[in-house]
């Protein structure tokens, strides 16, 4: 077997293993989106309990990235990619056969804890087994990987639903977790750090424990009302969740995410870059099938066929951005792309719902060619506003900060919808108008008329589409305002990089744009 690995056959078949669960991941993200509506048909479920068929996976994925990175360290990266890879696969087959969407959501949370030990474990070994632009050109085929699943995973999971049935697109997650389970545990060497000091997980529990409050409670509002004891209930505990955190973080000698980072006030202004590609683009990736499928009456096929104008251009503009980086600083790349977006968000807010699908090609195209832009370049911002010493923890920080982010930017977005959707209903709803707009943002127009019959289906669609075209113009606003935040703050000491720079860095940009996670870049 190290015969293998000295030819460079078995790191091939090791490469082709963590490019496959690569794959994988953003199939179980784009998946459930485009089968919202048809999973809500099947298993009946109020609006609360479909929003966490994404936000649980989101929520624990992102909060368990830093924690995955630690086990492997520790206890083996072979061993956290395999055992990760094994549970991944057995929550995505599960799911299949959940009989109720609680159980559902129980999956969706479990299968994101496997997804982020995969993840870790994967990209950490794969560090081990190549040196120098070697290991840059195999990184750069795991983002490709990640790059292919995000573009295309909306369109297969579409030809999914309409051959088979929603359970039917968990079946090719399934089928790369497998193959990338076979080629791990045969070929894939066990290494960890003989320096590592084990996991914080006071802090890893605590951090956990405050975004899922924090979610809930931002889930629980536009229904119950935002001064329910259960919603404040939520929100407080989710309060005190963070202060814990932020104690614990403060005094233990190896700290899960250092706190001192954010001395630094362009490092912070890094993290807000992060909300944009959440606002403007993360959101759109679940919101935009329930539109086209749940409201507008696509078929799952057409409405994923739609989603690749806004996701294709993730495939090749991050190695642009790379490139323009040699003539311009990434600060104003980022905001230039920023902008770019932002007109592409305020240009799809002049279509109302029922326009010709054709008519919102250009616009969805443009936020994708413009988020694409900072995509693969915020992580290097994040690095680069910190001392070069600090420079693992930072893109771990960033990571964190850009994964769970986009789970509680999902329910903030949701709630804004709903509640926007609530105001445009009318009389006519009466005191059911809160709950008819939750079922309406999930694309359960049958339910939402049953609550009020005297409300018409024009009503309910304008109600919708108004409430959607709002809430574009208010994620145009945060798109813009993230813009200036990086022209006027980030890019204050930004420099142009020179070509050996470029040639250095323009392999890695692919694998930058799929976020991974901290350890395996700070053995670059």
């Known amino acids: 077997m190290r015969e293998k690995f000295k030819d460079g056959r078995g790191r091939r078949f090791v490469l082709l293993a963590v490019c496959c669960a690569a794959a994988a991941m953003p199939l179980t993200f784009t998946g ?68 109720n969407i609680v159980w559902f959501d129980v999956l969706r949370a479990l299968q994101g804890i496997g997804a982020a030990a995969a993840f870790s474990g994967g990209m950490a070994s794969l560090a081990q087994e190549f040196e120098g632009n070697e290991r840059l050109r195999a990184f750069s085929l795991v983002g490709a990987s990640f790059g292919v699943g995000l573009a295309f995973g909306p369109i297969a999971s579409g030809l999914m639903v309409e051959a ?56 629980q509002a536009p229904e119950s009302g935002w001064s329910h004891p259960l919603a404040v209930a939520m929100f407080a505990a989710s309060v005190l969740f963070f202060l814990a955190f932020w104690w614990i973080e403060r005094s233990v000698a190896r700290p899960m995410l250092d706190l001192t980072l954010f001395r630094y006030p362009r490092f912070v202004g890094v993290q807000l870059l992060a909300a944009a590609p959440a606002y403007g683009f993360v959101v759109l990736l679940i919101l935009l099938p329930v539109r086209f499928i749940g409201i507008e009456g696509m078929s799952a096929v057409s409405g994923g066929q739609m989603m690749i104008a806004m996701s294709a251009p993730l495939l090749i503009l991050p190695i642009a951005a790379g490139l323009l980086t ?37 616009p969805l ?42 789970g509680v930017a999902l329910a903030i977005v949701t709630a804004v919808l709903s509640a926007l959707t609530a105001s445009n209903l009318g009389p006519e709803a009466g005191a059911n108008a809160a709950a008819m707009a939750q079922r309406v943002v999930t694309g359960n127009l049958t339910d939402a008329a049953l609550l009020a019959p005297q409300t018409s289906h024009a009503v309910l669609l304008h109600a919708y589409g108004d409430a959607f075209s709002a809430l574009l113009w208010l994620l145009t606003g945060i798109t813009v305002a993230t813009a200036a935040v990086v022209f006027f703050f980030i890019g204050r000491g930004s420099k142009v990089a020179d070509g050996d720079e470029i040639e250095a860095k323009l392999l890695a940009l692919e694998v930058i744009a799929c976020g991974e996670t901290g350890a395996s870049r700070t053995k670059l």
């Open 164 to 219: 088979f049935g929603w359970p039917a697109i968990f079946l090719l997650v399934v089928a790369l977790a497998g193959l990338a389970l076979a080629l791990g545990a045969v070929l894939m060497r066990e290494t960890r750090d003989p320096d590592a000091t084990g996991l914080d997980w006071k802090g890893a529990a605590n951090f956990t424990a405050a975004l899922t409050a924090l979610t809930f409670g931002i889930l």
């Open 32 to 99: 459930p989106a485009v089968a919202l509506p048809a999973i809500s048909r099947s298993l009946g479920a109020d609006p609360i309990a479909l929003n966490w068929v994404t936000n649980a996976f989101m929520l624990t994925f992102g909060s368990s990235l830093m924690a995955a990175d630690a086990v492997a360290d520790s206890f083996g990266r072979k061993r956290v990619f395999l055992g990760g890879l094994a549970a991944f696969l057995l929550f995505s087959a599960a799911l299949a056969f959940a009989g």
């Open 365 to 406: 195209l443009l936020i994708g060619l413009g988020i694409s832009l900072p995509w693969g370049l915020m992580d290097g911002l994040a690095v680069s506003v910190v001392p070069k010493e600090r420079a693992g923890m930072a893109t771990g920080i960033f990571s964190t900060t850009r994964v769970a982010g986009e």
């Open 326 to 362: 040699r003539w311009f600083t990434p600060a104003a790349i980022c905001g230039a792309g920023l902008l770019i977006s932002a007109a592409g968000l305020f240009w799809l807010s002049r279509f109302p719902v029922g326009s010709e699908p054709a008519v919102l090609l250009a």
